[in-house]
């Protein structure tokens, strides 16, 4: 019966029917060639990888108490970068960029002693300028800009630092932290310029995480109250500076370790 089945449906299919030994040797073939079926091994795949837990945001309680903490611990803390005014306050934040705060001190001390003011830079010119500060790094650059800035101040601001972030912004050599860190030591602004220190600390104790500084900056502006927002920049760069340490952070003396969120604190 099933013979004869086979044969009418080949028939029908058009398809005309395989010679026995060629159907054997076929098949043969097939069963040598047929790849062995190997189960697959679950690889380390992102799915089966524990995603981190997103660490669970400060209350207005718990900001307010850790700023409490700081003020209490520092009620007027200080920038370390040595300026007579705001304009060597500007030209020293320009000439910080990947300097330490004691390098810029070491080399602006003899600088601002013969210029403190726009127009006795110009004076200096460009070539002692960068003798003065040829100890830090990037100096020819540096020099270069602190004349640019220096006539652009003399050009356009009256030989004046301006009060506003956009118009500090438009300085050679000036960006965005500059003109933060000015406002806010200068002219007593609440802004909150975000440098290596700030970044790692916002991130790491959960207040503001961010991929960015200025994610950071606004995420810091966001949770602060506004009556510790004067001093919030300088708390948190020197707690980074002093305490939160970007490689050996020292838990064990830092002030507000049972609030900070961080999963690997060692307290
Ligand atoms: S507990 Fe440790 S990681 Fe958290 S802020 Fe303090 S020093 Fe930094």
Redesign the pocket.
Known sequence: MAKITRSISAKKSGVPPVPKKVAEKGAKKTVKAAPKRVAKQPTKSKSLKPKPLKPKPWTPAEVHEAFSRFRKANPEPKGELEHLNPYTLLVAVVLSAQATDAGVNKATRALFAVADTPQKMLELGEEKVREYIKTIGLYRNKAKNVIALSEKLIAEFGGEVPRTRAEIETLPGAGRKTANVVLNMAYGEHTMAVDTHVFR?GN??GLAPGNTPLEVELGLEKVIPPEFMLHAHHWLIL?GRY???ARK???EV????DL?R?P????
């Open positions: 600390v790491r104790t707690h305490t939160c340490l952070p020292r838990c830092c002030l507000i370790n900070c961080w690997e604190k060692t307290v």
